[in-house]
């Protein structure tokens, strides 16, 4: 079936670095991907939609500057977490809709930010 | 505003019990539904959806739901739970096909022996 890849599935980085995920839609083509964030033992809260070919559209009370999304083809969409903070620590997990039958999610990344 | 809500944060039951897990949901139309399960550390799988038609879906890993548009609900159920069933499962809405799913808190479920 499907599969949505992200990469990477876990990294740490240090306090006011940058840090990008990717995520892939490996055999479809998706035009549009969301990007969910997960704390520890709690639901996934969706943060943003990609557009492929244009901006993103972001849920009240994310920040846009401080999550860039990037949608550069059919099958990538990036998401940059900036000047990262402790705070941002979280799995982060994006889904790709296969038309309207059926929306495939990735593994996940989880950020550590020390 | 669209919400889901789980009530049961946590639930044991034993290997071979059954089980049914609880889905409330808000929304002014008839919405589109989803259970997805996850593993830990791991992305999330579609177990079954309800779009329209028979109210009783049958997904995969012999899992069931029933939506129940008097009650608004869709509760998961299960006839005898194996030990690799235990995971954290949700319960999802959207308003048309998978845009914007909606979660709800989800509820993690441990199998005894």
């Known amino acids: 079936g499907a599969v949505v890849s992200q990469h990477p599935s876990w990294v740490i980085c240090k306090s006011g670095t940058s840090v990008k995920i990717e995520c892939r839609s490996l055999?479809?083509?998706?035009?549009?991907m969301f990007w969910y964030r997960q704390f520890p033992k709690q639901s996934l809260m969706l943060m943003a939609t990609?557009?492929?070919?244009?901006?993103?559209?972001?849920e009240q009370g994310v920040e846009k500057d401080k999550f860039l999304i990037n949608h550069a083809s059919l099958t990538l969409s990036t998401l940059t977490v900036t000047s990262a903070h402790p705070e941002d620590s979280s799995f982060y997990i994006c889904s790709a809709p296969q038309g309207n039958t059926e929306a495939f999610f990735g593994q996940g990344t989880r950020l550590t930010v020390v | 505003a669209q919400s889901v809500t789980q009530p049961d944060i946590h639930i044991t039951v034993s290997e071979g019990a059954s089980l049914e897990l609880r889905c409330n949901y808000s929304?002014?139309?008839?919405?589109?539904l989803f259970w997805y399960v996850q593993s830990p550390g791991q992305g999330l799988q579609l177990l079954l959806k309800?779009?329209?038609?028979?109210?009783l879906v049958q997904g995969i890993k012999g899992f069931e739901a029933e939506f129940k548009r008097s009650q608004s609900s869709f509760n998961l159920r299960k006839p005898s739970v194996h030990w690799s069933d235990a995971a954290e499962y949700f319960c999802?809405?959207?308003?048309?096909?998978?845009?914007?799913?909606?979660f709800g808190a989800g509820t993690r479920l441990a199998v005894h022996p």
């Open positions: 999802a809405v959207a308003r048309s096909g998978y845009n914007k799913l909606i």
């Open positions: 055999d479809f083509q998706a035009t549009t």
């Open positions: 990609s557009n492929e070919g244009s901006k993103a559209t972001y």
């Open positions: 309800y779009f329209s038609g028979d109210t």
């Open positions: 929304y002014g139309a008839t919405p589109y």
